[in-house]
């Protein structure tokens, strides 16, 4: 079986090619999103459904590369994403909310896995989705736009964000690789996201870990989502094998053949 991938040293993303293959492909994440280089494109307005639900509860777990986060919901209520970027590559579906996790730096000037003209934001989260027009998520993987991931940076702040402060407390109970905890009294994810969902940048790139499967449609989120230094803290203490978690982020892929789209009305 192929080692367990990490962010430095002999297992870091110089050698992830050696296992997985796809992790040399010509589509890669992240990247650098160059802004001159950005074309404006009008597609269909991006819809969302189901964000506002309550979910039933919150799994919260320390994998040993990131805080994964899964949410169970009463049958037929989990969110759904359709339009926008997605519109032509799944019409009728949608695509379904599978997880979200964040990835996150040692400090405040790296973290982000996508830059921004070449800056880094502290921390940014990723949320999963899966075309309906696959049973699940191991059929959509690797398949023609099988997946899309909605990205969210966040900036630090002196005031941060009310469901980030429920979710931060909830850390310190998976301190090392392999601990979970049910947080019973989560929100909606419409409450973790940003409060802007018309603005973004799209384009086609792969998973930022192994396998590095390509035809990933990313969905970049220009409004950043404010945190506090003390909620990244929160991230910053976690470990695995007495490592921290830090820096669980890839560094950025060649573009090659691929544009970068920015949404407009
Ligand atoms: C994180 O990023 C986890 C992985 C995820 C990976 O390490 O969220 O998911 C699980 C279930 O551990 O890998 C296959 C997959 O979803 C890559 O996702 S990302 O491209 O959005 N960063
Ligand atoms: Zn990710």
Known sequence: L???????????????????????????????IDLVNVEDKTY???????????????????????VLVRMTYEEGMEPRVRGGPLSELSPFTG???????????????VGSEDLIDNHAYPAELHVVLRNLEYPNFESALGKDHGLAVMAFFFQVKKEGTESYEDFTNQLAKIGRKGMSVNFTNPMPL???LSWDLLNYYTYVGSLTTPPCSE???WIDFMEPIDITEKQLDAFRQLTANDEHLNNNFRPIQPLNDRKVYKSVL
């Open 215 to 217: 035809d990933v449609t």
């Open 44 to 66: 269909p307005t991006l819809e969302f459904f189901n964000t506002m639900v309550t979910p039933k509860v919150m799994h919260i777990s320390n994998n040993g590369h990131t």
């Open 95 to 109: 695509y379904q909310f599978e997880q979200f996790h964040f990835h996150w730096g040692e400090n405040d000037t």
């Open 190 to 192: 419409r409450d973790y």
């Open 2 to 32: 192929a080692q367990d991938f990490g962010y430095g040293g002999q297992h870091g993303p110089e050698h992830w090619s050696e296992d997985y293959n796809r992790c040399s492909g010509k589509q890669q994440s992240p990247i650098n």
